[in-house]
């Protein structure tokens, strides 16, 4: 599986298969940790009918903002589930289609075909175009805030 080293790379992907309907980000041990294809409930234990991700689609309400900062703000939202779901968990890109919604209303995914790994320094660069973006124009980015 080949590695997105740069975000240019992963935005690329993205603008070739826009409108992006069936890619999706999962964060996980990879294709291989995730061959039954299906994600559990992690408070019921509940074996779900597909693979917890989120999608790279592209939103409408997002209008002409830049796709790149669309992809950073994707994978800056969901970066602690690598601490959450422990050692080895890593972003990757995969193509499917939804099967179902899940207990957080993320969708619920059935791999057609694993992609590639999304590398450190791609996180690093979307961790910083976030907070450039938040520090100028955005609001705050604290999910634990009042």
């Known amino acids: 599986m080949r590695t997105f080293a740069d975000l240019a790379d992963l935005v690329t992907l993205v603008e070739e298969r826009a ?8 964060w996980s041990q990879g294709p291989e940790q995730d061959s039954d294809r299906r994600s559990r409930d992690g408070l019921s234990g509940v074996r779900l009918p597909g693979l ?3 999608s ?7 209008g002409d ?15 602690h589930l ?3 779901r422990g050692p080895g968990t ?4 995969l193509e499917g289609v939804e099967v ?17 790994w999304i590398a ?13 973006h938040a520090a100028t124009t955005w609001g705050s980015l604290d999910r634990e805030g009042p």
Not at 19 to 26: G, I, K, M, N
Not at 120 to 132: A, H, N, P, Q
Request: hydrophobic share 35%; proline share 10%; glycine share 4%.
């Open 52 to 54: 917890s991700a989120n």
């Open 19 to 26: 409108p992006a309907r069936e890619l999706y980000v999962r």
């Open 90 to 93: 890593r972003p990757w890109i």
């Open 100 to 116: 179902g919604r899940g207990p957080d209303n993320e969708p619920l995914v059935k791999c057609h075909h694993p992609i590639g």
């Open 120 to 132: 450190d320094d791609v996180l690093t660069e979307c961790e910083r175009l976030v907070d450039e």
């Open 65 to 79: 903002r830049p796709l790149r900062l669309w992809v950073a703000r994707r994978l800056h939202d969901y970066r």
């Open 56 to 62: 790279l689609a592209i939103e409408p309400w997002w």
């Open 82 to 84: 690598r601490e959450r």
